[in-house]
C-alpha cells in the first residue's frame, strides 16, 4: 500500500517562502512520476509541478514557474516543493500525488494522494 503523507504547510505573508514534504512509503518510486497539486475553496484542483522520480524531470504550472522548485532525495523516498516570492493567490491545500504512467498535468492521472496540507498567504 502506498502512503504519502505531506508537511510544511502554514501561514505566510506575500513575499516568503516555505517548503513543503512529501514523504512516500510503501513502494519503490524509481518508475513514478510524483507531483504537487493544490485546491483553493470553491475552485478545481490543479496541477502546480512534476518530477519523474528516476529521470529527475520536472515539469512547472505558468503560474509558479519561476518561484516554485521541485526536487526528489531518493534515499529518503521524499519530495519537496520550495516555494519563494509566495503571493495570496497561492493559498490553497498543497497536495502531494503519485502516477505509475507518467506525467499528466490533470489529477484524473495520478493513483495515490496525499491528504494535504494547508499553505496560507496573507496580502
Known amino acids: 500500500q502506498v502512503q504519502l503523507v505531506e508537511s510544511g504547510g502554514g501561514l505566510v505573508q506575500a513575499g516568503d517562502s516555505l517548503r513543503l514534504s512529501c514523504a512516500a512509503s510503501?513502494?519503490?518510486?524509481?518508475?513514478?512520476?510524483m507531483a504537487w497539486f493544490r485546491q483553493a475553496p470553491g475552485k478545481d484542483r490543479e496541477f502546480v509541478a512534476a518530477?519523474?522520480?528516476?529521470?529527475?524531470?520536472?515539469y512547472y504550472a505558468d503560474s509558479v514557474q519561476g518561484r516554485f522548485t521541485i526536487s526528489r532525495d531518493s534515499a529518503k523516498n521524499t519530495m519537496y516543493l520550495q516555494m519563494n516570492s509566495l503571493k495570496p493567490e497561492d493559498t490553497a491545500v498543497y497536495y502531494c500525488a503519485a502516477s505509475k504512467t507518467g506525467f499528466l498535468p490533470r489529477s484524473a492521472g495520478y493513483d495515490y494522494w496525499g491528504r494535504g496540507t494547508q499553505v496560507t498567504v496573507s496580502s
Open positions: 518530477i519523474n522520480w528516476s529521470r529527475g524531470n520536472t
Open positions: 510503501g513502494r519503490t518510486f524509481s518508475t513514478y512520476v
